[in-house]
């Protein structure tokens, strides 16, 4: 079946210069990615001390985390199908205003009821990574697409690092319901920016919009999450977990067999087993594991006793400081990303990218003593982080279709959070078969921490074998043409291709 063309967009169609706030399309994405990061961590600061202040139990409390998970990992591929079909601005919209409501709900409220139903709207936020770098596909030439996408996909570290001491700093100094509020108003200004300053996509897949596969999907993908993100509470091998799991492999083999006999389906399965598109979704799913856990990690480690013999005993807020210099390299590397793709190819930039990961928790095993040795460990897999997340969408970008990059790139993202939810899961389950009591309450030993890096590092060196395996191409977004002949998707808009 043909793909479908490009739709022409009405205002490119005059054929008129740009408007000039268009300039900050880049920058003001860029600032909805952060946004989206920041989101996903303020609650973390909050979350011992939310039992007492909204009266409910610590298992109650820990689904703010869990509800955020489940949503966004459905949402994500589910809205950007509806981005390809419907507008990738409209939807990002969309997606952004579900946040900003959740957020203003969430300072309205101490029932943990509601502010649970709030974080799974603040859950949609997960798409507008996704949107936004297909949106950078369809409006930028390809000389600035390069750095643009490693902007926009390391905007994903600098978010975490930023709003962990952020959050930290208001919930210490000020009522925790001022921390939703500053999300709320975040969202909002982040709405009106991408009103003003980003056009919307020319480029569409126009359809149905496949209803039973977004459900099987949700209903699939909820149960094999909830299993992993709860199997240390409830047991592994209880029989709650089991029939989770057992139901979650029903569901999305149906759903499988229902893609594949759709004549318009939610995700082009077909498209995702070609080798180039598969194996970047096993490697995004590697890199989110190997990732997740040096987040994890370090700040239950900081934050340890000092009467463990390894902890140094530090505050939250402390712990974000830690992780800032993370975040701010990650800024910084964005660009060596992208020189690294346009020399060599994405697939070398995360093969380089995973692998620095692994050195990075070598430098953990190595030392994870002395704050500036757990610092410079911590950074270097945010320096990897940054390089594999911005090779990543560049590799889907050259693998599909224009219309379906934004579908094609929330099943990406969605194979980085599944890989989160596993590292987890993992790091848990080690952690609590690795503890010894301090003061009469049990905490995590020193070698409980080095096995997780261990493990993290591995999958790092897993996910760094598995790139380069990736079967390379020339063209530079998926759709071939002859060289010397490249254009952006508007400019095809306003010829009528």
């Not at 967009?9 to 920041?38: I, Y």
């Not at 039973?212 to 091998?237: H, M, P």
């Not at 219309?403 to 599944?418: F, P």
Request: with cysteine; net charge positive.
């Amino acid at each position: 079946m043909a793909s479908p063309s490009p739709i022409p967009d009405p205002s490119a169609a005059t054929g008129g210069p740009r408007p000039r706030r268009e300039r900050f399309t880049v920058s003001v994405l860029a600032f909805g990615g952060t946004l989206m990061a920041v989101m996903q961590t303020v609650v973390v600061p909050l979350l011992p001390d939310l039992p007492r202040l909204t009266g409910a139990s610590p298992g109650a409390v820990s689904w703010m985390v869990t509800a955020t998970l489940l949503s966004g990992a459905v949402l994500t591929p589910v809205l950007g199908r509806a981005g390809d079909m419907y507008g990738k601005r409209r939807v990002l919209l969309a997606a952004l205003g579900l946040m900003t409501v959740g957020s203003v709900t969430c300072a309205l409220t101490s029932d943990i009821r509601i502010l649970i139903a709030a974080r799974a709207l603040q859950g949609a936020a997960s798409a507008v990574v996704p949107l936004s770098i297909s949106i950078l596909r369809d409006e930028l030439p390809p000389e600035r697409r390069g750095s643009a996408v490693a902007l926009m996909s390391s905007t994903v570290g600098i978010g975490a690092a930023l709003g962990l001491p952020a959050a930290a700093l208001v919930v210490q100094y000020a009522d925790w319901h001022v921390m939703f509020w500053v999300t709320a108003a975040l969202g909002a200004s982040g709405v009106a920016l991408i009103r003003w300053a980003v056009p919307e996509s020319p480029v569409r897949s126009p359809g149905r919009f496949d209803v039973t596969g977004a459900l099987g999907l949700a209903a699939g993908l909820i149960c094999l999450l909830l299993g992993v993100s709860q199997g240390g509470q409830w047991g592994w091998g209880s029989a709650r977990i089991t029939g989770i799991f057992l139901a979650a492999a029903v569901v999305l083999g149906l759903w499988w067999r229902q893609q594949l006999r759709a004549r318009q389906p939610l995700v082009d399965l077909r498209l995702v087993t070609r080798p180039k598109v598969g194996l970047s979704h096993v490697a995004a799913l590697l890199t989110g594991f190997a990732f997740y856990a040096n987040s994890l990690v370090t700040a239950q480690l900081v934050q340890a006793p000092e009467a463990t013999g390894y902890g140094l005993g530090l505050t939250i807020v402390q712990t974000g400081l830690c992780l800032l210099p993370g975040g701010i390299t990650m800024l910084l590397f964005s660009s060596v990303s992208a020189r690294i793709s346009a020399a060599r190819g994405p697939r070398v930039t995360l093969s380089v990218g995973a692998a620095v990961i692994a050195a990075g928790y070598a430098v953990r095993i190595a030392d994870s003593h002395h704050l500036w040795m757990i610092i410079v460990g911590a950074t270097v897999v945010a320096i990897g982080t940054t390089l594999a997340y911005s090779a990543l969408p560049s590799l889907i970008l050259h693998a599909v279709p224009a219309e379906q990059t934004a579908s094609a790139n929330g099943v990406n993202v969605l194979m980085r959070t599944i890989g989160q939810a596993v590292s987890s899961a993992a790091v848990a389950a080690v952690l609590v078969h690795h503890t010894s009591p301090v003061g009469g309450v049990p905490v995590p030993t020193l070698h409980g921490y080095l096995m997780a890096f261990v493990i993290a590092g591995a999958v790092a060196l897993a996910a760094s074998a598995v790139a380069l395996t990736i079967p390379g191409d020339s063209s530079s977004d998926g759709i071939r043409r002859p060289r010397g002949r490249t254009r952006s998707a508007r400019d095809s808009a306003m010829k009528g291709v």
